[in-house]
Nanobody
Framework: QVQLVESGGGLVQAGGSLRLSCAAS????????MAWFRQAPGKEREVVAA????????HYADSVKGRFTISRDNAKHTVYLRMNSLKPEDTAVYYC?????????????????WGQGTQVTISS
């Protein structure tokens, strides 16, 4: 198993930046593909970005391409989400998630382990 703890959320103005972190403990971090999801009020949870075990392949939702960057530091057991040019529609609870299988999956049901979430609020 792996335990995930997110941090770095907060309230920023539109156009600003945030960096989310997700620290993992338990099984070797490099055994997991990692992803960031978000869920806005009244909406379904959606994938924002995902990264393979080695960090060599990433995926982004169309809505965040060019603005968000996912990265990981396997030595520090941490995955990051750098968010630039933030918009009010980015407001949501952001969750990190871990998938112990090979490959890169993008569905909520594909991920076995979840953090508690961190609130990101973007004011206009």
């Amino acid at each position: 198993q792996v335990q995930l703890v997110e941090s770095g959320g907060g309230l920023v103005q539109a156009g600003g930046s945030l960096r989310l972190s997700c620290a993992a403990s338990g099984r070797p971090f490099s055994s997991y593909a990692m992803a960031w999801f978000r869920q806005a009020p009244g909406k379904e949870r959606e994938v924002v970005a995902a990264i393979r075990r080695s960090g060599g392949n990433t995926h982004y939702a169309d809505s965040v391409k060019g603005r968000f960057t996912i990265s990981r530091d396997n030595a520090k057991h941490t995955v990051y989400l750098r968010m630039n040019s933030l918009k009010p529609e980015d407001t949501a609870v952001y969750y990190c998630a871990a998938d112990g299988r090979y490959g890169l999956r993008l569905g909520v049901r594909d991920y076995d382990y979840w953090g508690q979430g961190t609130q990101v609020t973007i004011s206009s």
